[in-house]
């Protein structure tokens, strides 16, 4: 069986763009559509063919593979941060950038929420009904 290769991986060893190959396929009366369609070895011998005769060959797209990660920084030793300031009792004060908004407590009320949490006492739920025994 004849082996295929991709419009695109064709363009990539020629060093052309996709919309190059694609001009080149449709020149030598090679049906394809897109850049991922496939054609065999003797089309893609054409298109090198005709792309060396024209001079439209350059060096091949290399994939670059991701740089290695810089080693991390050397660390200074840490220095004593400045105490924060406590907050007065009763002062929301600005909140700080970056920080979000805390929450209240979790009985207290809060406006988006639909009904109070109502701690359970027993008895307090509604007990299911009994049903009546029927014969077959």
């Known amino acids: 069986m004849a082996s295929k290769i991709r419009v695109y991986e064709l363009g990539r060893e020629l060093g052309l763009t996709n919309k190059e190959t694609l001009d080149l396929c ?6 394809v559509r ?5 054609i065999v070895d003797a089309q893609a011998d054409r298109v090198r063919r005709k792309a060396d005769a024209e001079g439209l060959r ?3 797209i290399v994939d670059e593979a991701e740089p290695e990660p810089a080693p991390p920084a050397p660390t200074r030793a840490a220095e004593p941060a400045a105490p ?3 907050p007065a009792p009763g002062d929301q004060g600005g909140a700080r950038p970056g920080t979000r908004p805390r929450l209240p407590a979790p009985g207290a009320y ?3 929420r639909r009904w109070p949490r ?9 007990q299911p009904r009994a049903r009546p025994r029927t014969a077959w």
């Open 84 to 86: 924060t300031p406590a």
């Open 118 to 126: 109502l701690p359970l006492r027993p008895g307090s739920l509604p």
């Open 34 to 38: 897109s850049h991922s369609s496939s």
């Open 58 to 60: 350059r060096d091949p």
């Open 26 to 31: 449709e020149a030598l009366g090679i049906g």
């Open 110 to 112: 809060h406006p988006l």
